[in-house]
């Protein structure tokens, strides 16, 4: 998309503003199967929780994904978007065996990652088909919050306790056909996923019934220059050799999975913001824009670092500045970005705001969500208005009567 594009859009439909480019998400898409083409039976769940809006999960249907839900809301918006069950897979961590069992009564594939879910669920249900989630404890990237299959991680059972999961599925006779690895949220080292696999593969072989193998996500986008980013390509050509290999050993063409979020929508996504103050300071100039980490919750949360543009200035002298949202709190976007000269009332746009940035907002400060608009074929589509004053009461009761007398 280009700068005066998303200047329109900002025009058009106001700010705060996402807008998401259908086109980079169409062609990540098919960059990612293309790089697995010389697997036979090969699918993508796409994880639902990246960016949820209805449009992008039918845009994606289109494309030929299927779906990687974490809760039973997200199965029910898979449903409602067109999604048939056998297309949804549910992969939660820590929720019930009763929100396990509702799912899985909808035909959803099932996925579950401890030891005490999967013997009370084998126990009551040996017939349902069951995915099983291991931690090969592999560390895939830097920052703890996002690296989750390591020695101390919530996710997953332990690879060391394999022994122990083989006895509960003897025991109840229950039908495991999946096995499941998810490293983290951000593979620099195709080694170290391709360590992870041979352990899935280690895994695959104590079960005798398994249809797939999915190998999760944790492919990289590059959120600043310079960044390293995901080889698919060379991942594709490793992982799909190997893969062949274990399948003829194994006996059976068993299905490839991944759960990309990221790499199917953060690049498409851009925020925009419009700058409401100038502020010169004894050390730095703000620039406080119209939006905060209501809306887009990654640099703080996270320490993520979104590319940022004036892309009302777009060829202005570059100047250093601290963007910062308008919270009522330390709300820090960038310190120290070099950005072209900004005047109060331009637009600034927020690179990568694809995946995690719209499915995190809230309304803190009692502020709307903003609009979501898809670009497709040249023109911008709203595909959710911003929110109203309806929204911010909806549900609330107010004090009781009694009490207020
Ligand atoms: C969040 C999540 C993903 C997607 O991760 P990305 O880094 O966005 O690709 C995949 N699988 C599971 C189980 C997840 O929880």
Redesign the pocket.
């Known amino acids: 998309m280009q700068p005066k594009d998303l200047v329109q859009l900002a025009e058009q439909f106001g700010s705060p503003l996402y807008v998401y480019d259908a086109e980079k998400i169409k062609s990540q898409y098919s960059r990612l199967t293309k790089a697995f083409s010389k697997v036979e039976k090969l699918r993508i769940n796409y994880?639902m929780?990246?960016l949820s809006n209805i449009a992008i999960l039918q845009l994606l249907r289109e494309c030929g994904s299927c779906l990687?839900a974490?809760s039973i809301q997200e199965v029910q918006l898979g449903l409602h978007a067109g999604y048939s069950p056998d297309q949804i897979f549910f992969?939660p961590?820590g929720v019930s065996l009763e929100e396990i069992e509702e799912v899985s009564a909808l035909g959803v594939q099932i996925n579950i990652d401890n030891l005490s879910i999967l013997e009370q669920f084998g126990t009551k249900h040996p017939n349902v088909p069951v995915c099983i989630r291991i931690n090969p404890h592999v560390m895939a990237g830097g920052n703890a919050n996002i690296s989750v299959g390591h020695i101390d991680s919530k996710f997953g059972i332990s690879v060391h306790q394999l022994p122990h999961l083989v006895r509960i599925v003897e025991n109840t006779k229950m039908n495991i056909v999946g096995i499941h690895m998810?490293t983290g949220?951000d593979i620099l080292d195709i080694e170290v996923f391709l360590y992870a696999a041979e352990i899935l593969f280690d895994a695959a072989r104590n079960f005798k019934n398994l249809e797939f193998l999915d190998f999760?996500?944790?492919?990289k986008v590059p959120y600043k220059k310079d960044d390293i980013e995901t080889d698919i390509e060379e991942l594709g050509k490793k992982l799909s050799k190997r893969f062949n290999e274990f399948c003829a050993e194994y006996g059976k063409n068993l299905t490839l999975i991944f759960?990309?979020?990221?790499?199917l929508v953060s690049e498409a996504g851009y925020f925009l913001a419009k700058v409401n103050v100038v502020k010169q300071t004894t050390s730095t100039v703000f620039a406080g824009i119209d939006s905060g980490f209501n809306h887009l919750i990654r640099p703080m949360f996270y320490g993520s670092q979104h590319h940022i543009e004036n892309i009302s200035n777009p060829k202005g002298k570059e100047r250093f500045y601290s963007v910062v949202g308008y919270i009522c709190e330390t709300d820090t976007f960038a310190n120290n970005r070099r950005i072209s000269e900004i005047n109060e009332g331009d637009i600034l746009s927020f690179r990568n705001a694809g995946?995690?940035c719209f499915s995190m907002a809230s309304n803190y400060n009692s502020r709307y969500k903003p609009a979501e608009v898809l670009w497709m074929n040249g023109q911008g589509h709203l595909i959710r208005a911003q929110e109203t004053f309806e929204d911010l009461i909806k549900g609330q009761i107010g004090l009781p009567q009694a009490v207020a007398k």
């Not at 999760?216 to 492919?219: C, L, Q, R, T």
């Not at 759960?259 to 790499?263: L, Q």
Request: charged letters at 20%; hydrophobic letters at 30%.
């Open positions: 994880a929780k990246a990687d974490v992969t961590n998810h949220s999760g996500s944790g492919f759960e990309p979020g990221k790499f995946a995690y």
